[in-house]
Nanobody, 126 residues
């Protein structure tokens, strides 16, 4: 059974950095696109970015482009989200997720993902 666990969340001041990790197990995810989503308080879950299963190609939401970096290490069964220049509006619960195998295109909707972690809280103070 697939299992994803996020870690690394916390409280940080605006302008600071955090690195989130997502460890996955239960199956080989090398053929799955992996993504990060977030859910701000009182809002819908939104796409942050992804790394395609086809390689190291990444895509980001405009709101985080240039500040956030996604990477994956299949040898460690881990996905990372490096967040720099954090803003109060980045405050949210952050989730990692995985699509089904060999997903086509650039899946940026939550419904495109079938495996989810439990989330980790990121709070950015002003």
């Amino acid at each position: 059974q697939a299992h994803l666990v996020e870690s690394g969340g916390g409280l940080v001041q605006a302008g600071g950095s955090l690195r989130l990790s997502c460890e996955y197990s239960g199956r080989t995810f090398s053929a799955h696109t992996l993504g990060w989503f977030r859910q701000p308080p009182g809002k819908e879950r939104e796409f942050v970015g992804l790394v395609l299963w086809t390689g190291d190609t990444t895509h980001y939401a405009d709101s985080v482009k240039g500040r956030f970096t996604i990477s994956r290490d299949n040898t460690k069964s881990a996905l990372y989200l490096q967040m720099n220049s954090l803003k109060p509006e980045d405050t949210a619960v952050y989730y990692c997720a995985a699509t089904a195998t060999l997903a086509r295109g650039v899946p940026s909707r939550a419904n495109d993902y079938i495996y989810w972690g439990q989330g980790t809280q990121v709070t950015v103070s002003s």
